[in-house]
């Protein structure tokens, strides 16, 4: 959100939407989601054990508590003519700002979130205290707002005005969490009135009038109008969501087309809030897809290694990650947003659901966990996290600040219980690792979770009560050797990046205890393999560099990385490395140009626009070339290259593999056909001595294999299944001694551990190829490839779910 009148920089503004409506206690729905297969707990039936998330809940309550309600009314009774002796607010809610009231709403969802946490019922008083000043407010002049109607009348005919709709969409937002976590009537009677305003505002303009004010940020009032013509069945609430698509937005994203470069962020997260929402009201696959695209555009192409998205508040062009270290990157509410979105996506497709966790996870405890001064007895947050060298974070306070990230940082900090486990009949997924108690509603059933995750890589389930529980347990695509014991026995065989199921019986005193170990790891940056972030499992680890300011990235060995004892803690020399959510007061670096690490050796991005070369960004020059009708298309980020089936391949440089003892081969692959022996590559002197990799052998399923000595010598890895067409698929090979391993989408497929043909066994290879065989009589691949990558070991399978 940028006001017109104002430089982007010095407006830093952007948005949030309120809790979502659907799926907390409160009156029950009227109308049941459409495509909707898991469900949240209230947050009345989670409550959070010790931890630092209940640690950071504890201090946004002392400050809901705290504030003075009267002050966050004072321009509200003075728009609407009545009398008001309370101190204005500064910062954002000063009386001259023309976003004011925005504030009171986000304090409206944050308190209805908190009693629904906690029971304390101050929490409920204050807000019903609120609600019933607003609808004095609303009586007195038909209107409800902090600011005059008038700045709709600029908004509509194209004057300078900063985002009143947007500001309008937290108080709704804020009166639909009142009613529907906190049992308000008077909230739902004062925020239909407010939403026939609006649908009355609106109806008077044509659709092209309406397009023209979507151009200015109005945060998630379509999520919230949908959310409340599922409250109420009102149909007309339908048709004033449906007011608020905005075709220049999605219309791109209904086409599966990264458009986002150079739109303002956070102004449209919303927008795929409200499309998931839309799609859950009314069933049109259109909306999903919006979202769904969305999302993994976001997530994929426009986000750091904290999870968060944006440079100055802007999307910028795909991959460009390493290139946009700034002291404006990450605005919190753009993660609090991607957070909701997430959630809605899982309701809709769990099958898919440990992608969604996992970056949930990622974003949760690396972004907004941190974005809390855990020195302030309020919870002063950040609005951007820098995530430039030297950076570090600033925060709000409790009057004279009131960015928008201050009021989604309240939202946020009062709802950790929401995501923890999620139910559809008698199933239920463990998604995050927080303390806390889950009482399952309608269920004589309570799951206690007790661990100190991340500090340590493990978690206890304890069971009181009996029943049938299909249990999902989110096993994270980061972990290697994960173990799951039901009453101390070895329970099941859990697989990176998926549930591991356990469907019993239960009884009171049953235990699951999870181990999920971390490891130490490198996640490069996208548009440069030297500029890195360390994770130690989930966990982002920041170098804390005290009052010293930086001018560069500071440089990484990561061999030097020594564990200091401390949980979660490394030296690099001199250089101390802790989480990122710990680092507070001092300036810091997430990302490091690494040096002396096992480096990619080949690289091909396939990101070229034009001519025939296919460049290597691995820095040894190792340049392809595309041959036949080889041509490039979209890729899975940025292009691709695209075979055709009849005469396309690529033409790699000879030698690709000379040396080597072992070897990591991995590509993205978009199967336009799935055709027997083809091949995605094949690396080889001729038919006596190659190594290839074909998506269907004459067995019908996808096979790795390596020969010195011909077909008939050939030793291979051979998967359950064929790669599938249609759709981008991650494969990786890895071959190391005598063992190879076959990865598919992260998850290992297949291994042989008696492969007695070294890769070096080959020599230096002339007929390297992508696309096409040895065999003059195998067809040509028919696909599209992306990101092909060779290493010169074998890597770790926690490193191959990383590549995804
Ligand atoms: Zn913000």
């Given amino acids: 959100m940028h006001q017109p009148t104002l430089s982007r920089r010095t407006v830093l503004l952007a948005g949030a939407a309120g809790a979502a409506g659907a799926l907390l206690p409160g009156p029950a729905l009227a109308r049941p989601d459409t495509g909707v297969s898991a469900y949240a707990f209230p947050?009345?039936?989670?409550?959070?054990?010790?931890?630092?998330?209940?640690?950071?809940?504890?201090?946004?309550?002392?400050?809901?508590?705290?504030?003075?309600?009267?002050?966050?009314?004072?321009?509200?009774?003075?728009?609407?003519?009545?009398?008001?002796?309370?101190?204005?607010?500064?910062?954002?809610?000063?009386?001259?700002?023309?976003?004011?009231?925005?504030?009171?709403?986000?304090?409206?969802?944050a308190l209805a979130q908190a009693y629904a946490g906690t029971g304390d019922t101050a929490f409920k008083t204050k807000g019903d205290y609120?609600?019933?000043?607003?609808?004095?407010?609303?009586?007195?002049?038909?209107?409800?707002?902090?600011?005059?109607?008038?700045?709709?009348?600029?908004?509509?005919?194209?004057?300078?005005?900063?985002?009143?709709?947007?500001?309008?969409?937290?108080?709704?937002?804020?009166?639909?969490?009142?009613?529907?976590?906190?049992?308000?009537?008077q909230?739902?009677?004062?925020?239909?009135?407010?939403?026939?305003?609006?649908?009355?505002?609106?109806?008077?303009?044509?659709?092209?009038?309406?397009?023209?004010?979507?151009?200015?940020?109005?945060?998630?009032?379509?999520?919230?109008?949908?959310?409340?013509?599922?409250?109420?069945?009102?149909?007309?609430?339908?048709?004033?969501?449906?007011?608020?698509?905005?075709?220049?937005?999605?219309?791109?994203?209904?086409?599966?087309?990264?458009?986002?470069?150079?739109?303002?962020?956070?102004?449209?997260?919303?927008?795929?809030?409200?499309?998931?929402?839309?799609?859950?009201?009314?069933?049109?696959?259109?909306?999903?897809?919006?979202?769904?695209?969305?999302?993994?555009?976001?997530?994929?192409?426009?986000?750091?290694?904290?999870?968060g998205n944006s440079n100055g508040e802007y999307f910028q062009a795909p991959n460009r990650i390493a290139s946009e270290l700034s002291d404006t990157t990450c605005e919190c509410c753009n993660s609090y947003n991607m957070l909701k979105l997430t959630r809605q996506l899982f309701f809709t497709d769990p099958g898919r659901a440990a992608e969604w966790m996992d970056f949930y996870e990622k974003a949760l405890y690396n972004h907004l966990l941190g974005a809390q001064n855990p020195s302030s007895a309020h919870g002063f947050h950040c609005y951007y996290v820098?995530?430039?060298?030297?950076?570090?974070?600033?925060?709000?306070?409790?009057?004279?600040?009131?960015?928008?990230?201050?009021?989604?940082?309240?939202?946020?900090?009062?709802?950790?219980?929401?995501?923890?486990?999620?139910?559809?009949?008698?199933?239920?997924?463990?998604?995050?690792?927080?303390?806390?108690?889950?009482?399952?509603?309608?269920?004589?059933?309570?799951?206690?979770?007790?661990?100190?995750?991340?500090?340590?890589?493990?978690?206890?389930?304890?069971?009181?009560?009996?029943?049938?529980?299909?249990?999902?347990?989110?096993i994270p695509s980061w972990t290697s050797g994960a173990q799951v014991r039901v009453n101390g026995t070895l329970t099941g065989s859990p697989v990176p990046g998926s549930y591991l199921t356990i469907n019993r019986m239960w009884a009171s005193g049953d235990t699951v205890d999870l181990s999920l170990p971390m490891a130490l790891t490198t996640e490069a940056a996208p548009d440069n393999s030297a500029v890195r972030s360390v994770r130690h499992g989930p966990i982002v680890l920041a170098g804390q560099f005290g009052t010293q300011n930086l001018t560069a990235l500071p440089t990484l060995d990561p061999a030097s990385l020594r564990a200091t004892g401390v949980p979660l803690e490394y030296t690099a020399g001199s250089v101390l490395l802790r989480p990122f959510y710990k680092t507070h007061g001092q300036r810091y670096s997430v990302y490091w140009t690494v040096t002396g690490a096992p480096a990619t050796t080949v690289h091909y991005p396939f990101d070229e626009t034009s001519g025939g070369a296919v460049l290597d960004a691995g820095g040894g020059g190792r340049?392809?070339?595309?041959?036949?009708?080889?041509?490039?298309?979209?890729?899975?980020?940025?292009?691709?290259?695209?075979?055709?089936?009849?005469?396309?391949?690529?033409?790699?440089?000879?030698?690709?593999?000379?040396?080597?003892?072992?070897?990591?081969?991995?590509?993205?692959?978009?199967?336009?056909?799935?055709?027997?022996?083809?091949?995605?590559?094949?690396?080889?002197?001729?038919?006596?001595?190659?190594?290839?990799?074909?998506?269907?052998?004459?067995?019908?399923t996808a096979r790795y294999a390596i020969t010195s000595g011909g077909a008939g010598a050939e030793q291979q890895i051979?998967?359950?299944?064929?790669?599938?067409?249609?759709?981008?698929?991650h494969v990786a090979v890895t071959h190391t001694g005598t063992l190879g391993v076959l990865y598919v989408n992260g998850a290992e497929a297949a291994r042989n551990s008696a492969l007695t043909v070294a890769p070096g066994a080959l020599g230096a290879t002339t007929q390297n190829w992508i696309g096409r065989s040895q065999y003059a009589g195998d067809p040509y691949l028919a696909a599209a490839l992306d990101d092909f990558r060779v290493y010169s070991r074998a890597l770790s399978a926690s490193e191959i779910s990383q590549l995804q």
């Fill in 187 to 307: 909230a739902r009677t004062i925020l239909e009135r407010k939403a026939e305003w609006i649908r009355s505002r609106n109806s008077r303009l044509t659709y092209a009038q309406r397009q023209q004010v979507l151009r200015t940020e109005f945060g998630g009032l379509g999520e919230t109008l949908f959310n409340l013509y599922q409250v109420t069945e009102n149909a007309a609430h339908l048709t004033t969501a449906q007011y608020f698509d905005h075709a220049q937005i999605l219309d791109p994203l209904a086409a599966n087309t990264d458009a986002l470069a150079g739109f303002h962020a956070n102004t449209q997260i919303p927008k795929a809030i409200a499309a998931i929402r839309g799609f859950h009201a009314t069933g049109t696959t259109r909306y999903r897809d919006i979202a769904v695209n969305f999302w993994n555009f976001v997530v994929r192409r426009h986000s750091y290694a904290i999870g």
């Fill in 386 to 474: 820098p995530l430039r060298a030297g950076g570090i974070k600033s925060y709000s306070n409790d009057y004279d600040n009131f960015t928008c990230c201050h009021g989604t940082g309240m939202e946020t900090n009062t709802k950790f219980g929401d995501s923890i486990y999620f139910h559809n009949g008698t199933t239920l997924y463990v998604n995050l690792f927080i303390a806390s108690t889950l009482t399952w509603p309608g269920r004589d059933i309570t799951i206690t979770q007790a661990t100190t995750y991340p500090e340590t890589s493990t978690s206890r389930l304890t069971v009181t009560g009996s029943g049938q529980i299909d249990l999902r347990i989110r």
């Fill in 623 to 700: 340049h392809g070339t595309l041959a036949g009708g080889a041509t490039r298309t979209t890729g899975r980020t940025g292009g691709a290259v695209l075979l055709n089936g009849s005469d396309a391949y690529v033409d790699l440089p000879s030698g690709i593999l000379t040396g080597a003892t072992a070897f990591t081969i991995a590509f993205w692959v978009r199967l336009d056909a799935v055709t027997t022996w083809s091949r995605v590559f094949d690396l080889g002197t001729g038919t006596g001595a190659y190594l290839f990799l074909t998506p269907r052998s004459s067995a019908g």
């Fill in 718 to 729: 051979n998967a359950p299944a064929a790669l599938p067409a249609g759709a981008w698929t």
């Fill in 130 to 185: 609120l609600v019933a000043q607003l609808a004095l407010c609303q009586k007195a002049n038909g209107f409800l707002s902090a600011y005059p109607e008038s700045f709709f009348d600029r908004l509509e005919s194209g004057q300078s005005v900063w985002a009143p709709y947007y500001t309008l969409h937290k108080i709704v937002a804020g009166l639909l969490d009142m009613y529907q976590l906190t049992g308000n009537a």
């Fill in 43 to 109: 947050l009345t039936a989670v409550r959070l054990g010790a931890g630092p998330f209940a640690d950071n809940a504890g201090r946004t309550q002392a400050y809901l508590r705290f504030i003075d309600a009267d002050r966050l009314l004072h321009m509200f009774r003075v728009t609407a003519g009545l009398s008001s002796s309370a101190a204005p607010c500064g910062g954002w809610e000063s009386p001259s700002t023309e976003l004011r009231g925005h504030s009171t709403g986000h304090m409206l969802s």
